[in-house]
């Protein structure tokens, strides 16, 4: 148990260090305590820190740096998250404030904007796809045997894709087959219709289609496409500007991380918040050397009934953790709004 005199010092450490990049003395700390303490007692109480593993020393210096420890109890502990700014906040509505036209579009830019407000690499994930349902999906021919897969859901999304048919393939049979989709499947959880697309659809289609496969593709594709989770990343280059690690093997390797749809899911999604903002620092955020250096910072946002979504922070474990959380809180607020806004404009079409 810390006493209040190490809580502050240990405070004192983590905002001097993460505003600075210096290791921290008794002298600095002596100018930056509320309380009025000789610099050889706070040297005393930065050996018991360092001895407990809140700090630890860089070099031989006397200065000292949080350790991974050091950071995860000053942020449940000693943190205040700072309020946003009013220029911050008017950056946040603007921007969210564009002309969008599809979910995709607001989701993707907020990975941008997050990422320009805090320097870090942001992700974002679109609301949870469980309760949508299919609406239409069509085929537009384009000629030259090229046709657009377009599947609409209830959301609002849609999805669409080009492919190149069979020269041998009968249309008229095609738009049969159209039809039966639409019949059969509009009106259904897109996890239904992935379910009927695996049993008794293939057999039904096999009535127009002499070679169903081609077509059951296509629709398999572009229902892929508007089922999973969608995860936008914002920043990438701006881990060159944070990271430790600058050998070109470990930057490789997270940037691999970063493009894997997986690897982003089991990170970012594993142990996510019902509510709130959350913070993992170091080993916490995956079993991944590569990520050891790092915090995320993550919090989920809730349109109502239309799902909930995630937005995250990915930075050095010397962040500035008061405003980061308090950017990432303001920004999850003001999302929320805006996908709110946009699925009621939608429906009161």
């Known amino acids: 148990m810390l006493t209040q005199r190490q809580k502050q010092i240990l405070q004192a450490i983590v905002r001097q260090y993460t505003a600075t990049g210096q290791p921290v003395g008794s ?63 008017m ?10 036209h599809k979910i995709d579009e607001i989701v993707s830019h907020s990975a941008d904007i997050l990422s320009a407000l805090t320097s870090y690499t942001a992700f974002t994930l679109k609301p949870e796809q469980k309760d949508v349902h299919l609406s239409g999906f069509r085929l537009v021919p384009l000629g030259n045997q090229k046709v657009i897969a377009i599947l609409v859901t209830d959301s609002g999304e849609v999805e669409s894709q080009s492919f190149t048919l069979p020269k041998n393939l009968d249309t008229q049979a095609l738009e049969a087959v159209v039809r039966l989709i639409n019949d059969q499947l509009v009106g259904l959880p897109l996890a239904v219709v992935v379910k009927h697309l695996q049993t008794d659809i293939p057999i039904k289609i096999s009535q127009y289609l002499h070679s169903p496969d081609g077509f059951l593709q296509i629709f398999d594709s572009v229902l892929g496409r508007a089922a999973r989770e969608k995860y936008f990343v914002g920043g990438r280059l701006n881990i060159l500007g944070y990271s430790d690690r600058q050998n070109p093997q470990a930057l490789r390797a997270l940037y691999g991380l970063l493009d894997q749809s997986d690897n982003l899911s089991s990170i970012i999604d594993s142990d996510s918040p019902n509510d709130g903002v959350n913070v993992k620092i170091g080993s916490e955020i995956a079993n991944n050397q590569v990520l050891n250096d790092y915090s995320l910072i993550t919090a989920t946002y809730d349109v109502n009934q239309y799902g909930k979504g995630i937005i995250a922070v990915l930075g050095p474990t010397r962040m500035p953790y008061s405003r980061t959380i308090g950017l990432v809180d303001a920004f999850r607020r003001e999302l929320a709004k805006r996908l709110l806004d946009y699925y009621h404009n939608y429906y009161d079409l």
Do not use: C, W
């Open 27 to 89: 002298k600095v700390l002596a100018d930056k305590l509320p309380i009025k303490v000789s610099s050889a007692t706070i040297r005393n109480e930065m050996a018991v820190l360092e001895r407990e593993g809140f700090v630890k020393k860089e070099h031989s210096s006397s200065g000292r740096v949080p350790s991974k420890q050091g950071y995860r109890y000053y942020v449940d502990h000693l943190l205040d998250p700072a309020a946003v700014t009013d220029s911050d906040l």
């Open 91 to 100: 950056v946040i509505q603007n921007s969210l404030g564009a002309d969008f």
